[in-house]
């Protein structure tokens, strides 16, 4: 029976190697729960970069996902987990990259009312959604690239795929992610609809009609906060 499931277990990974950073996926999730409800998120130094790295893999992770499968399905077998590993590294260096400019700013710019910032960030991102900029980096969320079997070939191309993945997201979704900062406490409402949104928007064919679905909405949002708070 041990080597049935052995057995079974092998080929579900051969199937979907995905598997691995999905359940790092899950986890993430359940640390931000734990920390939103107890009330320990925070953008303030020195742990604002650590939940800064937490909040991307929650947001932008079941999106990213799928360039992860790509790179495990497109990778032989006894290099699947380096490749994977190459990719999410790769794509987490883009928004680390963006975070510092962001916590940069909190830092150094005077903060807004909770309300007002929120409002703020709203309305932008509700703007963001229906430029064609928006537009053609959501394109690219949805571009692979062919990458090399072996050698230093297969290592540089899991990691410029990463990159060019991270670079696309932060380009489509960069509003989103300034939205949760200036949501009070990081509010798990808001991060999972978000995240829904996010993930819709890379998964479904034809992301343009979710775009100003989620355009209306956010504009609302920007609207009732402004109004009632």
Known sequence: MTAERSSWWSRLQRSHPELGPALVVGLSWAIFIVHGTRGWFSW????????????????????????????GMNSLCWRRRRAMAEFAVAYLSVWVGFGLLVLGGIGT??????????A?????????????YKGLRLRDCHRSIPLPPSGWGAERGAMIFGLRSGLACL?????????????????????????????????????????????????????????FG
């Open 44 to 71: 303030a130094a020195p742990s604002g970069l650590g939940h800064w790295v937490l909040m991307t893999v929650v947001m932008m992770g079941p999106a990213a996902l799928i360039g992860v499968r790509h790179t």
């Open 109 to 118: 710019i005077p903060r807004l009312a909770g309300r007002e910032a929120l």
């Open 120 to 132: 703020a960030s709203l309305a932008a991102a509700a703007i963001w959604e229906l430029t064609p």
């Open 171 to 227: 380009g489509s979704c960069w509003c989103l992610m300034v939205v949760m900062v200036a949501a009070p406490g990081a509010h798990l409402l808001w991060t999972a609809a978000l995240t829904g949104l996010v993930t819709a928007e890379r998964c479904l064919e034809r992301p343009r009609r979710i775009t100003r679905w989620a355009a209306a909405g956010l504009g609302a949002a920007a609207i009732g906060h402004t109004m």
